[in-house]
């Protein structure tokens, strides 16, 4: 059963798309497709209210559509589909504010993001490329790196990008053709090797 936190609904910016909480579970944060920003929230750890974080919203690209937190909660990374790029943002860990820290090309009109586990590698799959931009995070600025033979190949429209819970695998749920393209994940370089032939998967409805 489900019961409104004080102050719910809270107030966003325009079309948004996707929320994300960091992993300390301290902060929230809201990618807003039409006013090309990213609301920023603290979470009361008591009620689970949210408080808007000061300089919120903070500014992204263009037609922002996902957003990550890597594994260490100092870090954030934005998917822009029209500017077809990731904006990259450090993140204060008293109050969760962003601080932006420029930005890195990938291909063209991304729709999804994913970090592994460890907070190493950065992954986003470009819808209109039909590949996966990789990223080495350096983990003392947050800056992305391309990983050397990035980007990798997928299948047709890739729509969605995940990888498993011990950073070894990554998957690529790809809109046309109905399939998913599976890699191992290099944990050295994060460099994508296919797993095997991409298995078919049910169409979409609607």
């Known amino acids: 059963v489900l019961t409104a936190v004080g102050g719910s609904p809270y ?5 948004p798309m996707v929320v994300t909480v960091d992993p300390s579970g301290r902060f929230a944060y809201v990618v807003n497709l039409s006013s090309n920003d990213v609301s920023a929230f603290a979470i009361n750890d008591t009620t689970g209210a949210l408080t808007v974080v000061p300089g919120s919203p903070f ?10 937190v890597e594994a260490s ?8 589909r029209l500017s077809n790029n990731v904006s990259m943002f450090a993140i204060n860990g008293t109050t969760g504010a962003l ?10 009109d991304p729709r999804a993001i994913a970090a592994d586990p460890s ?11 039909n590949n996966v931009s990789a990223f080495a995070i ?9 990983v050397p033979g990035s980007p990798f190949a997928v299948g047709t429209q890739p729509i969605f990008i995940s990888v ?3 950073g070894q695998l990554a998957y690529v749920a790809n809109l ?3 399939t998913i393209s599976a890699f191992t994940i290099n944990g050295t370089t994060g460099a994508l090797t296919p797993l095997a032939t991409a298995p078919t998967v049910g169409t979409r409805s609607g």
Do not use: Q, W
């Open 11 to 15: 107030t966003t910016g325009s079309n």
């Open 59 to 68: 500014a992204a690209g263009t037609t922002p559509r996902a957003i990550v």
């Open 73 to 80: 909660g100092r870090f954030a990374y934005v998917e822009n």
């Open 99 to 108: 601080t932006a820290m420029g930005s890195v090309g990938v291909g063209a």
């Open 119 to 129: 907070g190493r590698f950065l992954y986003v799959a470009n819808h209109g490329t």
């Open 138 to 146: 350096d983990s003392t600025t947050g800056i992305l790196t391309a």
């Open 164 to 166: 498993d819970a011990g």
């Open 176 to 178: 046309s053709g109905n």
